[in-house]
Structures are given as structure tokens and as C-alpha cells.
């Protein structure tokens, strides 16, 4: 599967945002798909999960504030992100695999679409 991240821009604090992930060559649906997202100088975090065997779930960070979704017809997942504060600035990743449990590693995903970056102002 082929992963097309994209949505992010510049928005204030307090804004919102909606990312999506479109997948090409497979299904999304068989796959577990997770955002992760990383800020300048730092590590590659998790940031939320959705599968149709675990549902979903997020990071403590970003759990009410953000949501993730997926439209099969559109094979399409998405990061819906309000109530958004400077410290969520960082380039975001959709990622996905074949085993839809719910994991939080880098390592734990076969397939990786390019970077979209969010930057959020004070």
C-alpha cells in the first residue's frame, strides 16, 4: 500500500486542522493505520491508532483533542485536530500495517507516507 499524507499548514493556537491520508494499491481497511509526528531535534512520536479490531486510540498528549477516522470508500484516514497549541508544531506521518493491533513503535509499521507539517502559532 501506498500512503499520500497531506493537510497541514499554519494555524493560531486554539485552531484546527485536518489531516488526511490517502492509500492507494490496498484496501486501508486491512490494515492498522496510525499518525505519528515529529518535532524539530526530537524522536518520531505516536500520536493515534485506528483499526477495525482495536478502534481507536491516542497519546496522552493529544486524547480529546484529537480524532482519528477512516473513510473506506474514500480509503482515506484522517486526523482531525482541534484545540491546537504551539508544543503540536512538528511534521505528521501517517503509517500503517498489516497487523491492525494497536502499537505505539516506528518500528511497528511496514509502510510510511511522507511528511505533512503543521505549525501552530501562539
Known amino acids: 500500500v501506498q500512503l499520500q499524507a497531506s493537510g497541514g499548514g499554519l494555524v493560531q493556537a486554539g485552531g484546527s486542522l485536518r489531516l488526511s491520508c490517502a492509500a492507494s494499491?490496498?484496501?486501508?481497511?486491512?490494515?492498522?493505520a496510525a499518525w505519528f509526528r515529529q518535532a524539530p531535534g526530537k524522536e518520531r512520536d505516536f500520536v493515534a491508532h485506528?483499526?477495525?479490531?482495536?478502534?481507536?486510540n491516542y497519546a496522552d498528549s493529544v486524547k480529546g483533542r484529537f480524532t482519528i477516522s477512516r473513510d473506506n470508500a474514500k480509503n482515506t484516514v484522517y486526523l482531525q485536530m482541534d484545540s491546537l497549541r504551539p508544543e503540536d508544531t512538528a511534521v505528521y506521518y501517517c503509517?500503517?500495517?498489516?497487523?491492525?493491533?494497536?502499537?505505539?513503535?516506528?518500528?511497528?509499521?511496514?509502510?510510511w507516507g511522507q511528511g505533512t507539517l503543521v505549525t501552530v502559532s501562539s
Open positions: 503509517a500503517a500495517d498489516p497487523w491492525s493491533r494497536f502499537r505505539i513503535g516506528v518500528r511497528d509499521y511496514t509502510y
Open positions: 494499491g490496498r484496501a486501508i481497511s486491512y490494515y492498522g
Open positions: 485506528i483499526s477495525g479490531i482495536t478502534g481507536t
